[in-house]
């Protein structure tokens, strides 16, 4: 099976040596861990003993982000690429079936990230040196980050198996990988609030990697009953966690092997999409048609009513915004954190386990705040990027359109979409402004602490529309430079992200070192005036670069 794959192997990883982005890679995946031991030794409350525990903690939460953000950027799209450009037809036509199809792309695109992730496999032996780890310890953290990469990539593959556009399936490889890793942790979290049970247990959580990262240290690897890990020790949760992982890769890749002939056969044989589309829109706008035709037949029309209706859209704003719609595994991913805040905060502010409830709803919250910026990334490359790719933007550019009005539509298409979720997220930060404010006594904060959470839910609304408009400015710019959808988005976050999460590292250092904590809410003030100002530094690069217009361009 592999013999007949091998040559499409061989094609693909010939192709990916010839790409930047094959090498820049490595070096994100070496900036990531290195900034993480850099960011470990600078923590002053961790004593010269935790030094090299506290720097490969830091190493192995980036290493998992790392992990788990390969699958959506590198096979969501790689099936799902072939069966717009036609050429997955193709490749049916050779001795290759679906499942070697399948391997074929898995192989080559496991090989590009494994190789960066042994690149920088000793940046995690140097805890070693500062003390407080050992040898098994680091190697059980190895085999987390690889199982975490395998798990990644096959959802990826599967996700790309299934669909066709790239948004629709890089956004739900990570929805299903944000699902994977925090859902099975829900009914113990539950539990745990409920009857004060154990939080780390066999069952559920051993299909999640946080679960197998845990698990991979010593705290949690020797303990037993009474130590957070239930009946069960450590060592057997993260034997019987390793395992699920390894098998679920498996399974994950045979699906999609076994799925892609017969997907590809029902979309082969089906109408295109987009004629399914005008035929649903002609059969809509003809019932809307015979209803205002019988209410109009019924009484006079209102001309005040009539004056007051909104013209229609532009053509250029409905092209921008045809496709924007979120699948079915991001509703239910927004519609499950919403829930799991909502029912967090009520715990914060009404129980005895008011610490983690209220902790659960914070990171509850950021969770949200992060999918939405995710999403808004890949919206604003998604348009230009596809007129690009068709031609459809040379035509465009043929009428007497203007680039001013192009760039207007995009606008104006991501502020209608992405309105409700701004919103709700303003929502959000009211209340937990309004949870610290109102029950502070029962949240036992006193002046700083109120004052430095109020600093962070106020800055962080402020900085998110700061950020919104940022990402509408960099989608615009990047969707003409790279040449895959994947790409702009992780240039987008890339150049946006990147001083805001360095300049937070620092924050956090010297946070750190403060003696007094009357200055911690000063501080994540400065923090949040930064990101604001490089995210206007930012849009003033990007309408520079735009300035020739499209045409020019």
């Known amino acids: 099976m592999l013999l007949n794959a091998l040559p499409v192997i061989v094609r693909e990883l010939t192709v990916a040596s010839r790409h930047r982005s094959t090498w820049n890679l490595r070096l994100h995946f070496a900036c990531g861990l290195g900034m993480a ?125 299934l669909g066709d556009e790239a948004r629709a399936t890089a956004m739900g490889s990570a929805a299903s990988l944000l699902l994977l890793c925090f859902l099975p942790w829900l009914v113990p979290y539950i539990g745990f609030l409920m009857s004060g049970g154990p939080l780390l247990s066999s069952g559920l959580p051993q299909l999640s990697p946080i679960t197998l990262l845990v698990t991979a240290f010593d705290t949690f690897h020797r303990s037993q009953a009474g130590v957070g890990v239930g009946a069960t020790s450590g060592a057997s949760v993260y034997a019987t966690s390793a395992v699920i992982q390894l098998a679920l890769g498996f399974i994950l890749v045979l699906a999609a092997g076994r799925l892609l002939p017969r997907v590809w056969r029902r979309s082969a044989l089906s109408p295109p999409a987009a004629t399914q589309v005008a035929t649903r829109k002609r059969q809509r706008d003809s019932s809307v048609w015979n209803r205002e035709k019988k209410r109009r037949h019924a009484r006079p029309p209102d001309r005040e009513a009539t004056r007051r209706l909104a013209p229609e859209d532009p053509p250029l704003v409905w092209l921008a915004s045809r496709k924007l719609t979120e699948g079915t595994p991001i509703r239910l991913l927004e519609g499950l954190i919403l829930a799991f805040f909502a029912s967090m905060l009520v715990v914060g502010v009404s129980t005895r386990f008011w610490r983690e409830g209220f902790l659960a709803a914070c990171l509850s919250a950021f969770g949200l705040h992060l999918l939405t910026r995710l999403q808004s990334a890949w919206s604003a490359t998604q348009w230009l990027h596809e007129e690009l790719r068709t031609g459809s933007l040379e035509l465009i550019l043929t009428t007497p359109v203007e680039s001013a009005e192009v760039f207007a539509a995009h606008h104006l298409s991501l502020r209608r979409v992405f309105h409700r979720r701004m919103r709700r997220l303003w929502v959000i930060n009211a209340a937990l402004q309004a949870a610290a404010l109102l029950f502070w006594d029962h949240l036992h904060m006193d002046h700083d602490a109120a004052s430095v959470f109020s600093t962070l839910f106020i800055g962080g609304a402020l900085v998110t529309l700061s950020d919104f408009e940022t990402l509408r400015w960099l989608g615009l710019r990047e969707a003409l430079r790279q040449p895959t959808p994947a790409r702009a988005m992780g240039r987008v976050l890339g150049t946006l992200y990147s001083v805001a999460w360095l300049t937070l590292a620092g924050t956090i250092a010297v946070i750190s070192n403060l003696r007094s904590k009357s200055e911690l809410w000063f501080t994540f003030a400065v923090w949040f005036l930064v990101c604001m100002i490089w995210n206007q530094f930012l849009i003033r690069r990007c309408k520079q670069a735009l300035a020739p217009g499209l045409r020019a361009l």
């Open 37 to 161: 031991f850099v960011f470990g030794l600078f923590l002053e409350q961790a004593g010269s003993s935790q030094r090299g525990l506290v720097t490969l903690w830091c190493q192995a939460i980036t290493g998992l982000v790392l992990c788990l953000g390969a699958g959506p950027y590198l096979t969501a799209d790689a099936i799902s690429a072939e069966k717009r450009e036609g050429t997955l037809g193709l490749l049916f036509l050779t001795p290759l079936d679906g499942l070697q199809i399948v391997i074929g792309k898995m192989v080559t695109h496991s090989l590009q990230v494994t190789y960066a992730l042994l690149g920088v496999f000793p940046f995690l032996f140097l805890p070693i040196l500062l003390g407080g780890v050992l040898w098994a310890e680091v190697l059980r953290v190895v085999l987390v980050l690889l199982l975490t990469l395998w798990v990644s990539l096959a959802v990826g593959i599967l996700w790309s198996a």
